[in-house]
């Protein structure tokens, strides 16, 4: 068994060294990773310049470019073995909601599964890096229980998992959840730099606005350790119907010469 760990923290990052000791002892693991914090790049690669992969001291490989681009080249060139899991992760902070559009941390695993492997998105709830050790053990229970196998999973999946930063996380509930949601991002923060240019900074993410039962927000809210099941189909299928309707349907004045 081979596991791919990446992460958008960075390869330096204490929540990366965690994932990897997570994976230890279970299968041979690959390490490549970004060489530098890339949280909120999404699923972008790097397609305007050549991507470069460097090793660090411990043996991590890491690539001047993005999370996705970490788990593409690994996929398609780098690796000389295809691995049965990603896993992505350990995340500083959560990546719950409307979060995981934009999570460097859950578009590398989903580059994983998009080559069609089993893949898996590791977030702590809070920033901090707070009982990083007992999500680490966490982590490990998880992708143990992964690697065994689940009955009737033939096709690969996407996991998105939120670790509350508690010492005994282990022993909380698992609960597969939804995707909540959040309000509007806050406003930007305005600077002016030394040369007298106006600077803007991205605001901090908006309060959660749909956390009810079922949500991810609920049940790390309840100190609980969500699960949530994602895909990658963005269609609207129940308005599909609607739209098909408003195709045929010619606009007035449609079809008349002058």
Known sequence: MRILVANDDGYLAPGLAALVNA???????????????????????????????????NGFRYVNGTPSDCVHVAL?????????????????????????????????????FLFGIPSIAFSQVDKGWHHLEAATALARSIIQQVLAGLPGRATPFLLNVNIPNRGDVSDVPRVVTRLGRRHASKAVIRQTSPHGDALYWI??????????????????????????????DLTDHAALPGWQQWVGVAPSGAGVQS
């Open 23 to 57: 994976c230890r002892g279970l299968a041979e693991v690959d390490v490549v990773a970004p060489e530098q914090n890339a949280s909120g790049t999404s699923n972008s690669l790097t397609l305007n310049r050549p991507l470069s992969v460097y090793s660090a001291t």
């Open 76 to 112: 398609t060139g780098l690796l000389d073995q295809r691995p049965d899991l990603v896993v992505s992760g350990i995340n500083h902070g959560a990546n719950m909601g409307d979060d995981t559009l934009y999570s460097g941390t859950v578009a590398a695993a989903m580059e994983g």
């Open 203 to 232: 605001g901090p993410a908006g309060d959660a606005r749909e956390a009810g039962p079922g949500t991810d927000f609920f049940a790390t809210a309840a100190g609980q350790v969500s699960i949530t099941p994602l895909q990658i």
